[in-house]
């Protein structure tokens, strides 16, 4: 069975600041895909990063990146230079076999 | 390009009574997806449709719920009848590839439930 923890139900940064949102993952497969979405207040889900379990490198896509760290099985988000626009439920998630398996959210709010 | 739509965005219904949530996914997508969440507890994994038939139907919760994508374009989820625990955020989701570990999921809004 998969599991994915995200122990910080909620977490403060200032503005401008960057800010590690924590993600640890169980799985006994080889063979996975890790995501982040982003929830902001009006519901929606939006995609963010996503790591696959061979690649060598940690993905980054513009202020987001990702630590990988397949050893210690985490998957940590890194928010760089943080906005006010970034306050929102962050998820992050685990995908096999064609369905996603999701952490409990951390609420992340960003202070002016 | 129009995203993954939901409709509605919020229902409210009494115990008892049928609720219909449609999904429209994103043209062209081959896989849909029904996700949930119940207040205050993580995102579930419903069910998953590849054009029209049924992939996986292990996270649907009993037979209350009955999920169909004639065509294998949009999807309804219908819940006959709702009880108090079915209150939640159903989120569909779409993708065009079956990569079983990569490859994005586009998410609708979700449609809000609420059975009174």
């Known amino acids: 069975a998969q599991k994915i923890t995200q122990t910080q139900p909620g977490m403060f940064v200032q503005e401008k600041e960057a800010v590690t949102l924590d993600c640890t993952y169980d799985?006994?497969?080889?063979?996975?895909?890790l995501f982040w979405y982003k929830q902001p207040s009006s519901g929606e889900m939006i995609f963010l990063i996503y790591q696959g379990s061979y690649d060598q490198q940690n993905a980054t896509e513009g202020r987001y990146s990702l630590n990988f760290q397949k050893a210690r099985k985490s998957a940590n988000l890194v928010i760089s230079a943080s906005q006010l626009g970034d306050s929102a439920m962050y998820f992050c998630?685990?995908?096999?076999?064609?369905?996603?398996?999701f952490g409990s959210g951390t609420q992340l709010t960003v202070l002016p | 390009e129009a995203g993954v739509t939901q409709f509605p965005s919020h229902s409210v219904i009494e115990k008892g009574q049928t609720v219909t949530l449609r999904c429209d996914p994103i043209?062209?997508?081959?896989?849909l997806y029904w996700y949930r969440r119940v207040m205050g507890k993580e995102i579930k994994f419903l069910l998953h449709?590849?054009?029209?038939?049924?992939?996986?139907e292990s996270g649907m919760p009993n037979n209350r719920f009955l999920a169909e994508r004639t065509g294998g374009t949009y999807s309804t989820l219908k819940v006959q009848p709702a009880e108090l625990e079915d209150s939640g955020v159903y989120f569909c989701?779409?993708?065009?590839?079956?990569?079983?570990?990569?490859?994005?999921?586009?998410f609708g809004e979700g449609s809000r439930l609420t059975v009174l």
């Open positions: 799985t006994s497969d080889p063979s996975y895909g």
């Open positions: 989701a779409s993708s065009g590839t079956y990569l079983p570990n990569t490859g994005e999921l586009f």
């Open positions: 043209s062209g997508h081959d896989n």
């Open positions: 998630a685990m995908r096999r076999v064609g369905q996603l398996t």
């Open positions: 449709f590849v054009k029209e038939s049924k992939q996986d």
